[in-house]
């Protein structure tokens, strides 16, 4: 289960706020089974994905450094899916 989810550790730079929130979010998405809620359901989810990604943003700070970065580059550290999203490039 959630094989799509993307590795944080090792990043360089670490993994930003917004990235674990995004990780967060897809994986209550993921485990709920609900990918469209409704406005009512979106509020519990977002809540959930709120404590995950604080959770997570602790694991992390506690994770001994990677001897090699993640295989792949995060979503949100491409080009093509931050334009997609309309989110400004990262800077260099």
């Not at 977002?46 to 580059?73: F, H, W, Y």
């Not at 080009?79 to 990262?90: A, F, K």
């Amino acid at each position: 289960m959630c094989r799509n989810i993307t590795e944080l550790r090792g990043l360089e730079p670490p993994a930003t706020e917004e990235e674990i929130k995004a990780a967060a979010l897809q994986y209550i998405r993921k485990v709920s089974g609900v990918q469209r809620p409704s406005a009512e359901l979106a509020r519990a989810m977002n809540a959930a994905a709120e404590q995950v990604a604080a959770v997570t943003a602790e694991l992390l700070g506690t994770l001994p450094e990677r001897r090699q970065p993640p295989k792949t580059v995060p979503p949100l550290r491409r080009p093509d899916v931050r334009r997609r999203l309309g989110l400004d490039p990262l800077s260099a």
